[in-house]
């Protein structure tokens, strides 16, 4: 299919991307990698009366480790973050193996796939995973906003029509992280992700958090406290169930609700397992 008549715009650095975002108004849309977008416009999914094409903007593309952390621009593609050593932070770099196919990943951006909140997106789960914070600009300056408050629902996000993603800013390194998922064909849109943090002394875990994709219309934190327990398969396996247990599936095409739960739990396991190893 063709997509709906729509008025192209380029711009050439963040405040000419604001002012032409509150110049067309609410229906107008950032234009990034496409990757998303683009698909949504051909199926008529999605009909924004405008685009504002922000590719030519230099300084949003990179990869920089401060005392904060990592900080990543909104226009750095998946393939930079796929090739790059992150010393701390390597679970972003094998995640982006997941995300689609070779030319997918060489024209998408981090930005954009946080700015199109999937719900099985792997910078969305990982966001909320390691507690990110999204960096907006607008015509009321900027602000940070957790990526546990970001995203609000199917496609739905905290983002304003005139706001635009700058940065995604990840507080402290992640050694024991890990993102796994299934989908029915490489490259697919996952049916169920899991990912799973933890903090290890010896072979015992301080803390834990793990945040599941596919099972609702946001990434899902899981309320499964591991702090105590051995690092050992027992642990991986009971945590899975209990996971499991806590989700409410949607059902659809790909697959029911309760196949959904049985993934689950199978892949919260394998998510923790890697995590720790």
């Not at 790059?84 to 995300?99: C, N, P, Q, T, Y």
């Not at 105590?228 to 396996?237: F, I, K, M, S």
């Not at 247990?245 to 998510?271: C, F, M, W």
Request: hydrophobic letters at 45%; aromatic letters at 6%; proline letters at 5%.
């Amino acid at each position: 299919m063709k997509p709906a008549a729509f008025t192209y715009h380029r711009a050439y650095d963040v405040n000419d991307t604001i002012a032409q975002l509150a110049e067309l108004g609410p229906d107008a849309k950032i234009l990034a990698g496409g990757q998303s977008l683009v698909a949504m416009m051909n199926f008529r999914l999605a009909r924004p009366s405008a685009l504002v094409d922000v590719t030519r903007i230099a300084g949003l593309d990179y990869l920089e480790r401060d005392a904060k952390g990592m900080r990543i621009g909104a226009l750095t593609r998946h393939r930079t973050v796929e090739t790059a050593k992150l010393d701390g932070f390597e679970v972003l770099s094998k995640a982006a193996r997941w995300i689609g196919h070779y030319p997918i990943r060489c024209r998408g951006t981090f930005g954009g796939s946080i700015a199109h909140g999937d719900s099985t997106a792997e910078w969305c789960i990982l966001a909320v995973l390691l507690e990110a914070q999204i960096v907006l600009q607008g015509p009321r300056g900027r602000r940070e906003v957790p990526a546990s408050e970001f995203f609000h629902g199917f496609f739905m996000t905290a983002a304003e029509p005139d706001e635009m993603i700058v940065e995604v800013r990840f507080p402290k390194p992640a050694p024991h992280a890990a993102l796994t998922e299934f989908s029915q064909r490489q490259g697919d849109f996952a049916v169920v992700a899991a990912s799973a943090r933890l903090d290890l002394a010896e072979n015992e875990i301080l803390t834990s958090r793990i945040v599941l994709g596919g099972v609702g219309p946001q990434p899902h934190v899981v309320d499964v406290n591991l702090a105590g327990q051995p690092a050992n398969e027992e642990t991986w396996r009971a945590a899975g169930e209990s996971a499991a247990a806590q989700v409410d599936p949607p059902s659809d095409g790909h697959g029911s609700s309760a196949y959904r739960k049985k993934l689950t739990a199978t892949l919260v396991a394998r998510a923790l397992a890697e995590a720790a190893a």
